[in-house]
Structures are given as C-alpha cells and as structure tokens.
C-alpha cells in the first residue's frame, strides 16, 4: 500500500475536497436584433458547466469569469454531491475570474494557496475539475512551459499564463492546477482547440492579487482596515508582509507599520493576501481584531479596530491608491525578459498592460490592453519599465516635470511602436509634483 499511495495520491486527497463542479444555464444566441421579439422569450436554454475552487470555508469560490458570466441559475456541487445555489458576488472580466458565494450548512474544506513564482519548467502538476461533464476528473501532467500568451479573441487575451500538458477539457475552466504538495498554483482557463496536452492556467501570484481584492472587507463586509499586504522572500522563506498602510486607516491608528511581517491575525495564520482579508471579514466595528507581527525580530500584538465605509461615500475612496492609473490611466502587471526577447534580445522585461482607463492620457495616447510597455523617452533621456515604480521614477525626473508629454516604447502583436502621452493634465502634474 505504501508503494501505491505515491505522492500525487497525497496530493489529490489534500486538494479534491475543495474542488467544486458548476453548472449553469443561459439562453441560446438569438438571430433577432429585437430583444423584445416573441423569439427571444422563446430561445431555448443551453447547459454549461464548468468547475471552481473553494478558498474559504464560509463558501467562497474562485472560477473562471467565462464560466458563470451572463447564466441564470449557477449551481455548486461538491465532492460528496452535496448542492447549493451560487451568487456572483464579483469578477474580473480582464484576469477572467470570477468570485461566487454558497451559503453551507458546515463550514467547507478551503485548499491550500500556494505561489507561482518559483515554478519550474519539468516540475509536475496535477487539474482537478468537471471535464466534459465528469465530475472530479484527477489529471496529471508537467509544466510544459512559462509566461505564455493566448489571443482568443480580441476581447479576450490572457498574459503570463502557465503552460501544462495535464489534460485540461470544456469543463475544466475554474478548476487548479495544483503542485505535488497539493498547493494551489493556478487556475484553469483555456485550451488549444484541435491540440492534444496542450492547457493554460491563470499563474497564481496574479490570482492572489484579484482576489484579495473581489475578497475584501470593503467589497464584502462594507469595513475597511487599511493594511495592504504582498508576499516577499526573507532569506529561504516566503512571507507576508504589510507592503502599505493607509493613511487614518485603522491599521495606521493600531500601530501597523509598513514591512510589518503578518504573522497571525485573530485565530487566522496568514500566508497570503487572501488570508488577510479572509482574517478580517468578521471583524466588527467596536471589536478590535489582534494582529500579531514581527518587526526587528520582535512579536508584537496590535489591535486593529476596523471602521464601516462612511456612507455615501465610494468604495473607490477606501481603496489603495495606484498613482499610475490615477495619472496615466493604465493598470499594469510585470512582463518576463522572455516576454519581449523576441522583439529585441537586449530588453530584460516589461510591463503588460491589463486595463485603460476611458478619458485617459493613456486612452488618448491610443494604448490597448495587451501592449508591453518596455521603455520611456522624456527630454533626450530613455528609461526602462521593469516595474511599475519605474514610470513614477520617471514622471519624478526634471525634465518631466518641465515638459508636456513623453515618448512611450510598446509591443504589440510582436512589434516595438512608439506613442506619445500627454503629461499636461493637472491631474498628472499634481501627482508629479508630490
């Protein structure tokens, strides 16, 4: 028995527990342009199916936004065939990722967040998910490769995904990939039509950074405590760090201090993002929250009171805030070296552009979401746009702050193009001047 119980065996009975399948209906496509016609009352309803991962026990579930987007009647089975009714509470139509609620009657097996940043090409994985309709379908594969790029359509174009050749089917959307421990490492997203051990899944590192925030207290419970959390390395170790506080946030008024180690949070560990958030959803005002961090290798407990969203006030105020979309108007995620080579050997990475904001600079400068940002030009100086700090850096320089305008360096569709952005907006000279 020892010999069989092999490490994938460990690794499916950890994770198959929070596997969900999905099922769903929505109208079938009508030819009518009317959509008050007889016929579109009459338009036959159409299955669809897909599968998800439970990350709380109180019920909530990451899938694919594709799988629950424009359906009625989303139901949720899990692995002892127990089903529920499912809410759509947010998604990202961007990351394709959606976050559903259940409501259970005992609390639900959560799987264990693991990290795509040390992923390796070889390394085994395993999907778990509802392939063709079979439920709780168990493959193994490897990754076959890193940072790749899908166009599926030109609404639709998926970044930094990792390759596998475990079998991914129609149904498999929303499900893990998961590693030999058992961690989740990504979730499920597309495959190569006609192409056989060929799959993509969402890297888990963005995941995490979407559903922190479709996960929040401001979004779910209407408090806000203002500690923003990122993963980091100390040494051999991962660890989760208070990256920012917010400014007359609770976390600032309880002592939080950025590079604060997050170590425990109520009765919570937390590992990730995820869990912070997850710490802090039943947290009530009047109730501080302990906070247990280390600072100079030293444990402190701190009391985080969290503050319900004063009203009529926009969640957009409780936020982080991300100067270069309040600036330029461009949200952004890293690119590998292996992302722009191709285009030039001597580039070392970039940054992919996820969303531009309407009105924008960004906008007027005619920049799309799947452009590489891989450079600047202000005066008769060039940067580069590694990380998202460099663009600030640079608006920061003298010669931005005197000039109307910048060159920006992108790829798209495997060519470098040039496009120029207006920095005369107030909105962008303010921020600047900072």
């Given amino acids: 028995m020892g010999v069989r119980r092999t490490a994938v065996v460990e690794a499916v009975g950890k994770a198959q527990a929070c596997v969900v399948n999905i099922s769903s209906e929505k109208k079938a496509a009508s030819s009518s342009r009317w959509p008050f016609s007889p016929e579109e009352n009459q338009r036959p309803r159409v299955n669809g199916m897909g599968s998800g991962v439970i990350v709380d026990g109180r019920g909530y579930i990451l899938t694919n936004h594709h799988v629950v987007d424009r359906v009625q009647g989303v139901q949720v089975q899990l692995l002892d065939g127990t089903s529920y009714p499912a809410r759509v509470l947010h998604f990202d139509p961007v990351m394709d990722l959606a976050l559903i609620k259940v409501e259970p009657t005992s609390p639900l097996p959560a799987i264990r967040i693991g990290t795509s940043a040390d992923l390796m090409v070889g390394e085994p994985v395993i999907t778990i998910g509802n392939a063709f309709g079979y439920e709780n379908t168990v493959s193994v594969g490897i990754i076959s490769a890193l940072h790749r790029d899908v166009t599926l359509s030109d609404e639709q174009v998926y970044r930094n995904l990792i390759q596998t050749d ?205 452009d590489i940002l891989v450079g600047m030009n202000v005066g008769d100086r060039n940067w580069e746009t590694i990380r998202p700090d460099n663009i600030m850096y640079v608006l920061r320089q003298p010669e931005a702050v005197q000039t109307d305008s910048a060159l920006l360096y992108v790829i798209r569709r495997n060519g470098l193009q040039s496009r120029r952005i207006s920095l005369a907006d107030p909105r962008v000279k303010n921020i600047i001047a900072q």
């Fill in 166 to 370: 475990a079998a991914i089917n129609p149904g498999n959307s929303g499900g893990p990939l998961i590693n030999i421990e058992g961690e989740l490492i990504g979730i499920n997203v597309a495959v190569r039509a006609g192409a056989q051990g060929i799959g993509f899944a969402l890297p888990m590192d963005e995941v995490k950074r979407v559903a922190a925030e479709m996960l929040s207290t401001r979004r779910l419970a209407a408090t806000w405590h203002g500690v923003v959390a990122a993963e980091t390395t100390q040494g051999s170790r991962r660890v989760l760090v208070a990256a920012d506080v917010q400014r007359g946030s609770p976390g600032e008024a309880a002592g939080v201090q950025p590079g604060d180690e997050l170590v425990q949070i109520g009765s919570m560990p937390v590992a990730n993002a995820l869990d912070v958030e997850r710490a802090f959803l039943d947290s009530r005002p009047g109730t501080p929250t302990t906070v247990l961090v280390r600072r100079d290798g030293a444990e402190t407990t701190l009391a985080v009171d969290v503050r319900p969203l004063a009203e009529g006030t926009t969640l957009a105020a409780y936020e982080p805030t991300d100067p270069i979309w309040e600036t330029l108007g461009l949200k952004t995620s890293p690119a590998s070296g292996q992302d722009v080579s191709s285009v030039n050997p001597k580039l070392r990475g970039g940054l992919f552009i996820q969303a531009v904001s309407p009105g924008s600079p960004a906008a007027a400068a005619a920049l799309q979401r799947g």
